[in-house]
T-cell receptor, first 116, second 115 residues
Framework: AQKITQTQPGMFVQEKEAVTLDCTYD???????LFWYKQPSSGEMIFLIY????DQQNATEGRYSLNFQKARKSANLVISASQLGDSAMYFC?????????????WGAGTKLIIKP | DAGVIQSPRHEVTEMGQEVTLRCKPI?????LFWYRQTMMRGLELLIY????????DSGMPEDRFSAKMPNASFSTLKIQPSEPRDSAVYFC?????????????FGQGTRLTVV
């Protein structure tokens, strides 16, 4: 079955430190996409970064990078030089074929709090 | 582009009343999703449309919920009659195409409170 697991319900990190948010996935399909979204306290869902299952290199977007380890089925989000504004919920999601349809499967999220 | 537009942003209604949530997807996007988010159950897919056609409504909780997409630029999610357990944030999202490499763009959400 298609599944996303985020094992860290919450994290506290000191400002300016790097953060790694864990995400593991389960799928038998060879073709899939992995996404990270940020949800600040204001509630909107903001797309951060994408990694395709066939991509050879880890995706990067500014301070965000995705540590993609295909054999381990993990897609951890790394935030470098964390800032107070990074405090938010972070969701990992996988786009894969479910019952012949492309669907986004979501993890439960990790609440990240950056301490000044 | 203005992004995905949802209305209203907040809705407070009494149990038993009909509630209609509205969504305008990003122009040119051919997939539209309705999600519900609660503390207890997280983010749940209710239904999604592809080219205005409902593809998967298995997430719709019960017959009180219905969704329509009469054209490419508008969708509604209706709850009739509403119950306190329907209180949640309802998100609409759209994607430009199908495929594993396509992210979903979310609206601001509608916070529904049923009292």
């Amino acid at each position: 079955a298609q599944k996303i697991t985020q094992t860290q319900p919450g994290m506290f990190v000191q400002e300016k430190e790097a953060v790694t948010l864990d995400c593991t996935y389960d799928t038998s399909d060879p073709s899939y996409g992995l996404f990270w979204y940020k949800q600040p306290s204001s509630g909107e869902m903001i797309f951060l970064i994408y990694q395709g299952s066939y991509d050879q290199q880890n995706a990067t977007e500014g301070r965000y990078s995705l540590n993609f380890q295909k054999a381990r089925k993990s897609a951890n989000l790394v935030i470098s030089a964390s800032q107070l504004g990074d405090s938010a919920m972070y969701f990992c999601a996988m786009r894969a074929v479910v019952d012949s349809n492309y669907q986004l499967i979501w993890g439960a999220g990790t609440k990240l709090i950056i301490k000044p | 582009d203005a992004g995905v537009i949802q209305s209203p942003r907040h809705e407070v209604t009494e149990m038993g009343q009909e509630v209609t949530l509205r969504c305008k997807p990003i122009s040119g996007h051919n997939s539209l999703f309705w999600y519900r988010q609660t503390m207890m159950r997280g983010l749940e897919l209710l239904i999604y449309f592809n080219n205005n056609v409902p593809i998967d409504d298995s997430g719709m909780p019960e017959d009180r919920f219905s969704a329509k997409m009469p054209n490419a630029s508008f969708s509604t999610l209706k709850i009739q009659p509403s119950e306190p357990r329907d209180s949640a944030v309802y998100f609409c999202a759209s994607s430009p195409r199908t495929g594993v490499n396509t992210e979903a763009f979310f609206g601001q959400g509608t916070r529904l409170t049923v009292v």
